[in-house]
């Protein structure tokens, strides 16, 4: 089993940027496929973009041009490029592993706040 800690998180300005990252450790993390999720307040939790084993992401259609993931699989971390950010990106982010590229996330960090100021 895998553990995530993200980081990175922060009030940023209508149209800033972050970086989030998220760190892994216990376990081989070349193996697993990232996700990136968010919850907003009184929202049900949503899936951001994931990327898989082999480096190719896909995304939510609300963040597509904006948001990036990368992964360095020497370093065990993941991250979430956000750029052009709005207030409705305001959210609890979390990042969450499986072994299964189509299976359940079976692994989940704690989560890092975001919020876009207006």
């Known amino acids: 089993q895998v553990t995530l800690v993200e980081s990175g998180g922060g009030l940023v300005p209508t149209g800033g940027s972050l970086r989030l990252s998220c760190a892994a450790s216990g376990s081989t993390f070349s193996s697993y496929h990232i996700g990136w999720f968010r919850r907003a307040p009184g929202q049900e939790r949503e899936f951001v973009g994931g990327i898989n084993r082999g480096g190719s992401a896909r995304y939510a259609d609300f963040v597509k041009g904006r948001f990036t993931i990368s992964r360095d699989n020497a370093r065990n971390t993941a991250d979430l490029h956000m750029n052009s950010l709005k207030p409705e990106d305001t959210a609890v982010y979390y990042c969450?592993?499986?072994?299964?590229?189509?299976?359940?996330?079976?692994?989940w960090g704690q989560g890092t706040q975001v919020t876009v100021s207006s």
């Open positions: 969450a592993a499986r072994l299964s590229e189509w299976g359940a996330y079976n692994s």
